[in-house]
């Protein structure tokens, strides 16, 4: 357990040295870079000491703030989170090593440095808090640290938009969450998460738990509070955006779990709250994703479906506990922790590819890029694997964690009561958001890597140098082996399952039998790689000693094609659109043609947030109306002011005389 | 109780009726000045046998600092900063005048509520230290100049002071003297910033300093 400190230490010492050589780009991009890896190594090793050896897994430090105590233990859930922090921020941090040179000059690395290891090292300590105090701290660290992450590039006004958006979202769920950490110490006397075990009773529970699932869902980026999300990702840099989705919004579902196993037996409402806000988060999120055109936004809006998936996961887990349902708690909380690690890995995968594009042309903007596929060929094959397991293609990763939540849907449609309905709602939603989810990576993946390139932007591009194709190829990897893995993985949930619902009740032997149909999914899969380097095969076998030559399609006897004809973002998600254009309120600009040979032509379609345009502008909107009528009591005169303290003065007085 | 103790105070309470209605800015320094010399004296009307050498030297001190020195550093500023004669008040002189009698029958209403284990060197003591700090107050929101309003805060330091005085106990002077220091350093701060805010801005109207402040968020930044 010492052995993280060490890793905090390096973090934090080398983020500081980085910010003392900032006016050396090259040393401090190093140094910083150097100790985020290292230190996450160091975090990886003392995670394998803590596993084999659980006794060590608990350190208390006096310490003298009020109410709280340095008590950190690291339990099995923790360690499934601290395992995803390390490993994708120090793909992260190795991919931002060569990734940030492009602000050589321009930006001090160091400070970028220095927030992105605090970030980590305030993830570690949310993660091993055992003391709601010290948690919030951590808490709060991580939202500063990244909220100075995001605004690096803070000369830009969407950035600076974007960041104060962050700062205000964040903070409103801290505030839910000092709320439900009042309550929590106020009916056991104490702060020190261990003795909590008492469950609350009457309505308590219901409350802290509304309370953690506004806090926590809104860092996590539940639909209604997921607004800052497609503000904030595409205005981070590139390997900062990776970390932020792929472990820092986990941090939201680890902080809701840890919550869990504080209230005792839930009540089953909170299990349908969760699936309701799963199947509103996982259709709108990725119905809005479709819609997008700049690449981060739309890896933003799938965050959000993939956090619906998630919690729709963890909803029938809640549910499965409170019924007594063994079957369905363990396939909904393996499916969803599943979906946890899952997405951590390819969304980060996902989001450093997208990067690399940005990297070499400059721009997010799908519309003006394609045929990258052949240019940056690595690039290519790392975020088609990415975008093959977010849709949860079969042999890939992202497939057996919805197919977890699937098996879970149709054992609760054996079951009785409402759970039937609810889960016959669940397939309906997996299906939707799946069918979509695939045509919106085809439609990222054609527009950007196929077809021919749409400007000169994309004509220079190549593949990054080795360390972003490193990390990429890495995550890659995973993404591959935990689609094999998975029968071990689920296997080893059983411990962190046990931890979460405080019972033993059957789960060995349900895990069990879920294993059975993994191992033949897993045995599919191999087949299927089996019969994919067979075509590889036979495709070479064909290509041998002929000429390879690229010539045009046929283009219907057309005679100047251009590039420019090829499908766009917007008509290739046209039909999807149209449809859902109810709930998606895309807006169409097209420039009035008047002349029978017009010059130019211009067609844009641009959808904005629902939630933000229908809900949050018009709420913000009246307060600011409403403030702004006292804005007389605030006119700067200072006698004025001072007459204000002299009659609060004069009204205590009296008051207390 | 004695009747030289009541006549002191009631001379304290007219000099604070005088402060509103006076309209020069020299005579405001001399009342506040004599009315810190005369608060000044107030442990020393007590009984003989009660007073201790601690409350003498605390006295003197006060009588020193608040009869000459603060009226000589403020005589300085007007005259280096070359300030105009004028008081300038708000609402004019009946109307602060009027004010000021309000404020009496207030403080006098407040001190009826207070439980005096005590006895006091005058039944009046309590009510004019409330009238004459509350006067201080008005004064500072009353009056545009940034001097006036150092005199006003002498001013409700005075109240404060007889508030002590008038319950003649050590630790209350001991208190009085942490904020005879405050008051020392704010005086002299606040004469040095006066004058270079005159030498900068060519005047020392506090409204003007508004000009300052933030302006308020339009609604397109929203």
Known sequence: ?657 | MNNLGDFVVIIVLLMNLMMLSSSRIRTCIRIVAGQGILIGCMPLLNDFHLILPGMVISASLSIILKGFVFPWLLFRAVQEANIKKEVEPVGGYPLSLLIGVMIFALSFWLSTRLVYTKPLVSHLAAPVSFATFFTGAFIIVSRMKAITQVIGYLLLENGIYLFGAAFLSEQSLLVELAILLDIFVAVFVMGIAIFHISREFDHIDTQKLSELKDSIISKQDI
């Open chain 1, 1 to 657: 357990m010492q052995i993280v400190f060490y890793s905090l230490t390096i973090l934090i010492v080398s983020g500081l040295l980085a910010l003392c050589l900032n006016r050396f780009f090259k040393p401090a991009n190093f140094i910083g870079a150097l100790g985020a890896i290292s230190g996450c190594i160091v975090g990886l090793i003392s995670l394998f000491i803590v596993y084999n050896n659980p006794a060590s897994a608990v350190l208390t430090i006096p310490w003298t703030v009020p109410y709280g105590s340095l008590s950190l233990a690291m339990d099995n859930l923790g360690i499934l989170f601290l395992f995803l922090i390390f490993i994708v921020s120090a793909l992260s941090a190795l991919y931002g090593m060569e990734s940030l040179r492009c602000y050589s000059g321009k930006k001090n690395i160091g400070s970028l440095w220095l927030f992105f290891n605090l970030l980590i090292a305030s993830m570690v300590f949310i993660v091993l808090a055992r003391n709601a105090i010290l948690f919030l701290l951590a808490w709060e660290m991580m939202a500063i640290s990244s909220f100075f992450l995001v605004v690096f590039a803070g000369e830009k006004k969407a950035v600076a938009k974007a960041g104060l958006i962050y700062l205000i979202a964040t903070h409103i769920g801290t505030l839910f969450l000092l709320v439900m950490f009042g309550l929590l110490g106020n009916s056991s006397g104490s702060f020190d998460f261990s003795s909590w075990k008492i469950a609350p009773s009457g309505f308590m529970p219901s409350i802290i738990f509304l309370c953690a699932l506004i806090g926590f869902g809104t860092k996590s980026g539940f639909m209604p509070m997921h607004i800052w999300l497609p503000e904030t990702y595409p205005a981070a840099p590139n390997n900062v955006a990776a970390v932020l989705s792929g472990v820092m919004s986990k941090t939201g579902i680890y902080g809701l779990i840890r919550i869990l196993t504080f209230l005792g037996m839930p009540c089953s409402w909170w299990g349908y709250l969760l699936i309701a806000m799963g199947i509103i988060s996982g259709i709108l999120g990725i119905l809005f994703a479709l819609a997008q055109h700049d690449l981060k936004r739309l890896l933003a809006y799938s965050s959000i479906e993939n956090i619906g998936i998630i919690s729709i996961g963890m909803g029938v887990g809640i549910l499965g506990m409170s019924t007594h349902n063994p079957v369905l708690m363990v396939l909904g909380f393996s499916g969803s922790l599943l979906h946890v690690i899952n997405h951590a890995f390819f969304k980060a995968l996902l989001f450093l590819g997208a990067g690399a594009v940005l990297d070499k042309t400059q721009t997010m903007e799908m519309d003006v890029l394609g045929g990258l596929f052949k240019k940056m060929p690595i690039t290519g094959i790392s975020f088609l694997i990415g975008a093959a397991a977010i849709c949860g293609l079969p042999p890939l990763n992202g497939f057996i964690s919805e197919f977890l939540i699937y098996l879970a849907a149709f054992k609760g449609i054996l079951g009785a009561g409402s759970i039937v309905f609810v889960s016959l709602g669940i397939i309906a939603a997996l299906a939707l958001i799946g069918a979509v989810a695939v045509a919106c990576f085809t439609k990222v993946f054609g527009i950007i890597f196929l077809g021919q390139p749409r400007s000169v932007l994309s004509l220079e591009a190549r593949d990054p140098g080795i360390l972003m194709r490193i990390s990429m190829l890495i995550l890659a990897f995973c993404c591959f082996f935990i689609g094999l893995a998975a029968p071990f993985m689920v296997n080893g949930f059983a411990v962190i399952i046990a931890e979460v619902s405080g019972t033993q009740m059957m789960i060995e032997y349900t895990l069990a039998e879920v294993i059975q149909p993994l191992r033949y999914i897993v045995s599919g899969s191999l087949l299927l790689y089996g019969f994919i380097l067979l075509l590889v095969f036979i495709r070479w076998l064909l290509l041998r000693g002929r000429r390879i030559e690229s010539a045009l399609t046929w283009d219907c006897g057309y005679a100047k094609p251009s590039p420019k004809m090829q499908y766009t973002a917007s008509s290739f998600a046209q039909p999807i659109v149209n449809f859902f254009k109810g709930i998606l309120r895309t807006k169409k600009h097209a420039s009035k043609i008047n002349e029978y040979f017009p010059d130019s032509f211009g067609f844009k379609t641009e959808t904005a947030d629902l939630f933000s345009e229908k809900v949050f502008n018009p709420m913000l909107k009246s307060v600011h109306d409403l403030t702004e009528k006292l804005t007389w009591v605030q006119h700067g005169q200072l006698q004025i002011y001072i007459l204000y303290i002299l009659f609060t003065l004069l009204a205590l007085f009296i008051w207390k005389l």
